[in-house]
């Protein structure tokens, strides 16, 4: 018997059972919509969360210390280091050399200041000492100016340009919530400050450190900003404008370092960068080509008695998590469609007792078990497609739906749900093998009558 | 072409045995019409359903094209049934969702038969009974006896080496009764295919070359039809 035939008959049978058809169709297409919502749902939240950490983490970098450096906070610790592992310059030079690494160069956090303009206006910056010409190797790109070799110059990125505001009109403003916390009006107008753009290309800046034990302000000698970064793409506006970050160079920092009032205020670490630029570094960032990558030159790194760490455990466990999620919620699915599975074995059964004598005729015509049984089978297959092709259209209405909740709730584009693609054809693959199941009982049901009983007119 | 030796059926209902036909002995040649004739309890239609082996006996051999089909499976009799007989039924037992031509081409779909060789094969059986332009009809839209013209062209597709035919025009007044045995008598002659019609009325079976009467489960004559012998046909005697 051909293909084409048993879809002949098979959707002759389906189309005279028309009402039975859609309500076994819909009661699979319920499970099969579950199955893509939950799914695009997981898949959805997950896919968030993974942007969200590659914006806040960089996960093709690792960072490397010292394995016997005062990391633990310990200051004991440096009178025992062992100088076979130290992150020396001869090992950063080493690591440059390795296979898939694109960057690798000392990336200290100096600290929290607040900037001053030559006008007067303030912000707040972290300024990271590092080598300011690898920063393009590190993907930053630049908006305005250049690297520049000369000491006392600083490069900001995109946020370090915003939300220079006159202390006084800040002050203001804080005032005002003091009064009443609960002024959205003074909160708006604190947000549309930290958003005012400045011009600070070849600008003057001078950072501001505060002594706590006297209440001294100290101010530095100017730097210019000799270059201002692009907004990194993978970053939302609002993103980039909270993240204000000045770069100097290692020399800078160390002449930072030395002016009145100045020390780094971070860790000891930090100390020790500055005071041992030439000899070792408590920390280098090292820029791999890709994410898959990360682990081999971690183990290559990690060979020369440095630690290494990365951010991609944190997005693996992630992973793991939403694995189990997405395992949860297709279990629901099955769920339920395991219960729409019995109204199919149900109407199915029916209908082969409603076509005992249509089975027997075919019977004594010359059709075998095989083909009385795939004719049902197929006709089962076909109410799990139909039903995998509405489970689908319905899908997509309810995460239509759910989005247009979403939006209009003030969400970001970004946090919309979506269905992938990989996960339509997984549900119509649970739509069809449910049909299959479902119709297996009836379909052997029906090869087994006796073709002279079911004829017979008593 | 069909020979039937020392075949015996009984029923069993509980500790019971009620025997119902016993130690039948007939042949009949390719290419003749035979009735079997018996009034209702005779055991004719447990012969015809064990003939088109759809039971099996309790005792003997059934031979159809030397072929014992008492020895064959399920699966083996419907491959048997497929390629070597024919059925046409009292009820018709057409298909009602399918058009009159797809009726006709249901024992070639099973076969695997592609769609235009059927199809063209449909059509001209139809033609053959007299329904050339009713193929794309419902069968519901056709008459007894057109319906059962349409049974008649569908055990012919696949050229069966015998036609069992079941009270064929037990449900049709005598005008239609006369149209559906004039087109069987037709048909044998043409296509020299064997027709075994069981009928419990003499008029029918006198149609035929040859009667044989069963009673109470015994073949009780085999005897050649007056209008068989008119046409100088052959086979004579009488079993009791």
Redesign the interface.
């Known amino acids: 018997m051909r293909f084409g035939d048993y879809i002949r008959l098979s959707f002759d049978q389906l189309r005279r059972r028309k009402v039975v058809t859609i309500l076994c169709a819909l009661g699979i297409s319920i499970g099969c919509a579950a199955i893509v919502v939950a799914m695009s749902i997981g898949e959805s939240a997950a896919k968030y969360s993974e942007m969200q950490m590659s914006r806040w983490f960089k996960l093709d970098e690792i960072t490397v210390s010292p394995q016997s450096t005062g990391q633990s906070g310990d200051p004991s610790a440096k009178s025992e280091i062992d100088e076979g592992s130290l992150l020396t310059s001869q090992k950063l030079e080493l690591i440059r050399t390795f296979p898939h690494v694109q960057a690798a160069a000392p990336m200290q956090e100096i600290g929290g200041f607040q900037t001053k303009l030559t006008n007067g206006t303030t912000s707040y910056v972290q300024v990271i000492a590092t080598d300011l010409n690898s920063l393009q190797a590190f993907g930053h790109q630049m908006r305005l100016g250049a690297v520049s070799d000369l000491p006392q110059t600083v490069i900001a990125n995109f946020g370090a340009t915003f939300g220079y505001v006159d202390d006084k009109a800040r002050q203001a403003l804080y005032d005002k919530l003091r009064l009443n916390p609960y002024d959205d009006e003074v909160y708006k107008q604190l947000e549309n400050l930290d958003r005012l753009p400045a011009n600070l290309y070849q600008q003057s800046i001078q950072f501001v450190q505060y002594d706590q034990q006297s209440g001294r302000e100290y101010l530095s000698p100017p730097l210019r900003v000799a270059g201002v970064m692009k907004k990194p793409d993978s970053q939302t506006d609002n993103m980039a404008m909270n993240q204000k970050i000045m770069y100097v160079s290692l020399e800078t920092a160390e002449w930072l370092r030395k002016q009145p009032g100045f020390r780094p205020i971070e860790s000891d670490s930090s100390a020790n960068m500055v005071s041992t630029t030439v000899e070792h570094y408590p920390l280098v960032t090292v820029k791999v080509d890709s994410q898959d990558n990360v682990k081999q030159v971690e183990s290559k790194i990690k060979q020369l008695r440095l630690n290494a760490m990365h951010n991609l455990e944190q997005k693996e466990r992630l992973k793991e998590e939403f694995a189990m999620m997405r395992t949860i919620a297709l279990g629901i699915g099955l769920f339920i469609l395991f219960i729409a599975s019995i109204s199919i074995v149900v109407a199915m059964t029916m209908s082969t007792y409603q076509r005992r004598r249509q089975i027997g005729i075919m019977k004594v015509l010359g059709a075998n078990l095989r083909q009385i049984r795939n004719m049902f089978i197929i006709e089962a297959t076909l109410i799990g497609l139909l039903g995998g092709i509405m489970g689908v259209i319905f899908s997509h209405w309810i995460i239509w739906g759910i989005n247009g909740l979403v939006l209009s709730s003030g969400a970001e584009a970004s946090e919309v749900l979506f269905i992938a693609p990989w996960i339509i054809p997984l549900g119509m693959f649970f739509a069809i093998i449910t049909g299959i199941l479902a119709g297996l009982y009836p379909a052997i049901n029906a090869s087994r009558t006796d073709a002279l009983t079911a004829i017979r007119r008593d | 072409m069909l020979r039937i030796e020392q075949l015996s059926h009984s029923f069993r209902n509980g500790d019971e045995i009620t025997p119902v036909l016993q130690h039948i002995d007939f042949q009949v040649a390719k290419g003749s019409m035979v009735a079997l004739l018996g009034s209702s309890g005779s055991g004719k239609s447990t012969l015809l359903?064990l003939m088109?082996g759809?039971?099996k006996p309790t005792e003997g051999n059934i031979y159809i094209n030397e072929h014992n089909i008492v020895k064959m499976n399920?699966?083996q009799l419907?491959?048997f049934?497929?390629?070597h007989i024919g059925?046409i039924?009292?009820?018709y037992?057409l298909?009602p969702?399918?058009t009159v031509i797809e009726n006709v081409e249901?024992?070639f779909?099973?076969?695997?038969v592609?769609?235009r060789k059927r199809r063209e094969k449909a059509q001209h059986l139809l033609e053959q009974v007299g329904l050339p332009d009713k193929g794309k009809m419902f069968v519901s839209q056709l008459s007894g006896g057109q319906q059962q013209r349409v049974s008649i062209a569908?055990s012919l597709i696949?050229e069966p080496s015998v036609i069992f035919a079941d009270e064929p025009t037990g449900n049709l007044d005598t005008k239609t009764e006369d149209e559906v045995i004039s087109i069987l008598k037709q048909l044998n002659k043409k296509m020299n295919t064997t027709f075994v019609i069981v009928t419990h009325e003499r008029e029918v079976a006198e149609h035929t070359e040859r009667v044989l009467t069963l009673k109470d489960g015994r073949l009780i004559e085999d005897a050649v039809t007056t209008s068989a012998q008119a046409a100088g046909s052959g086979i004579g005697g009488v079993h009791t």
């Open positions: 359903n088109a759809l039971m399920e699966n419907a491959e049934r497929r390629a059925f039924f009292q009820a037992e298909i969702n399918l249901l024992p779909v099973f076969q695997g592609s769609p569908r696949t």
